[in-house]
């Protein structure tokens, strides 16, 4: 047993050096390879390695927050992002970067480098096509999600899996507190731009909107439906031209599938919200419908061809009830879809008031400027909060600001 240390460049060459298989993928000897620092999230180590023949990637968990060194956190988070990749990869082949390694004492996990990759949201902001990787998205979480269910397996496949995961409660809770709860409540860690303050206020006096928070608390911690992703907004993803990948696993657990599809919608959101240009406006909405869209087609397929031996709809004892299996069918999707909006909205509103925003409103000139296209995401959010859209086309009309008006003034009080 070694004890933990935290790494630094040429730790990871020592601890790669150590590692045969390893330093055999990246060649040459240690003193001939680079390592390059990467990281750029809020929780985690993460060094790209160059050798003379390979490169890797190695991403190693911080007994604290990476941002905030007084925020104190177990080093799990790596174990759990490593058997979500495991349990992963071969369901979707090609959208992970590829398993190497994990070392269960120095929490480190090695894994492909994708060197040459930018990470979707960055790719976003400099004007990409967001419509070719949101496809690829709706089909990468309809097979994450479809094959890691009760739809596709028999209950003893997942129970195992399921306990396991639910061992995931450090990053659990950030998802509870951050996402679930302190956006509704006064919290330290919220901060937003002053002009947003009237509207914050507003949201948080919503007896309808606290009302659906509150059921989406329950549908998060009561609804294990299928393995998610846990945090799959536009910065775990990485695209290089056509090749999309999905890293950063971290937050794995069972819960509604609706989550990570609301996750990912909410990033396409919060870029609508940020540009003013209306062709880009327009792909971005394209790309919101494209991945639901892919969503739904891939899982339904995957339902109709690929759910022998699960226990739920077992197909031989629906012989006679073909009409009522589509229809349960179209409800458990539109129960996802009813799920993806409300998550969504979550995801916007702390994204903009809560500890870990995001950089889509960044590049824009001038506070007020910037708190204006940021309130028409907040308004948005609140908007889906109350008046759920029946389907995506109506989704995508709530993206127009007239839409979503009232949230945008706090009734006059005396
Ligand atoms: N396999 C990889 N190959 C190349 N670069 C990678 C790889 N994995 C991560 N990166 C780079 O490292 C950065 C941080 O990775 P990651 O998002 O996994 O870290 P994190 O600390 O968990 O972040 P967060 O706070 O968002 O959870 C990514 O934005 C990306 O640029
Ligand atoms: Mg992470």
Not at 119 to 128: C, D, H, K, M, P
Request: proline share 6%; aromatic share 10%; glycine share 6%.
């Amino acid at each position: 047993m070694t004890a933990y240390r935290t790494l630094d460049p040429e730790g990871v060459k020592r601890f790669l050096a150590a590692r045969r298989e390893l330093a055999e993928r990246l060649g040459g000897e240690a003193q001939d390879w680079t390592v390059r620092e990467v990281s750029d999230g809020n929780l985690n180590l993460v060094f790209l390695v160059f050798g003379t023949t390979g490169r890797l990637c190695v991403k190693q968990s911080l007994p604290h927050v990476r941002v905030d060194p007084d925020w104190k956190m177990p080093l799990d988070r790596t174990a759990f992002e490593a058997a979500w990749l495991r349990r992963i990869e071969p369901l979707v082949p090609g959208l992970t970067p590829a398993f190497l390694d994990f070392d269960p004492e120095q929490f480190v996990l090695t894994m492909e480098c994708l060197d040459g990759f930018v990470t979707l949201r960055e790719a976003l902001t400099n004007g990409a096509d967001p419509i070719a990787p949101s496809r690829i998205l709706g089909g990468f979480v309809a097979r994450s999600a479809f094959l890691t269910s009760y739809l596709a397996q028999p209950f003893e496949a997942v129970t195992p899996d399921l306990a396991f995961f639910s061992g995931n409660t450090t990053l659990t809770r950030i998802t509870v507190d951050l996402v679930l709860t302190d956006p509704y409540r006064e919290h330290p860690r919220n901060h937003w731009l002053p002009a947003l303050d009237a509207d914050v206020a507003a949201m948080r006096s919503d007896p309808q909107i606290i009302a659906r928070i509150g059921a989406l608390q329950e549908r998060f911690l009561t609804t294990p439906q299928a393995l998610l992703h846990g945090d799959l907004h536009s910065g775990s993803i990485m695209i290089a031209d056509h090749d999309v990948r999905v890293i950063d696993g971290e937050f794995s657990l069972y819960g509604p599938i609706g989550f990570d599809c609301g996750l990912y919608l909410a990033h396409l959101a919060l870029a609508h919200a940020a540009t003013t240009d209306a062709p880009r406006k327009e792909s971005l909405a394209a790309a919101i419908k494209a991945f639901w869209r892919t969503f739904c087609v891939d899982f339904l397929h995957l339902w109709k061809t690929q759910a022998h031996g699960a226990d739920l709809y077992v197909p031989t004892t629906f012989s006679n009830a073909l009409h009522e299996l589509d229809a349960l069918r179209t409800r458990f999707i539109n129960g996802v879809f009813h799920d993806a909006v409300g998550f969504a909205a979550a995801e916007i509103v702390r994204r903009l008031i809560g500890y870990a925003q995001t950089s889509d409103f960044d590049h824009i000139q001038g506070q007020q400027s910037k708190a204006d296209r940021q309130r028409v995401a907040l308004s948005f959010a609140c908007a889906l909060l109350r008046d759920a859209p029946a389907d995506i086309d109506a989704f995508t009309e709530m993206l127009h600001p007239q839409a979503n008006l009232r949230i945008t003034t706090l009734p006059e009080t005396t």
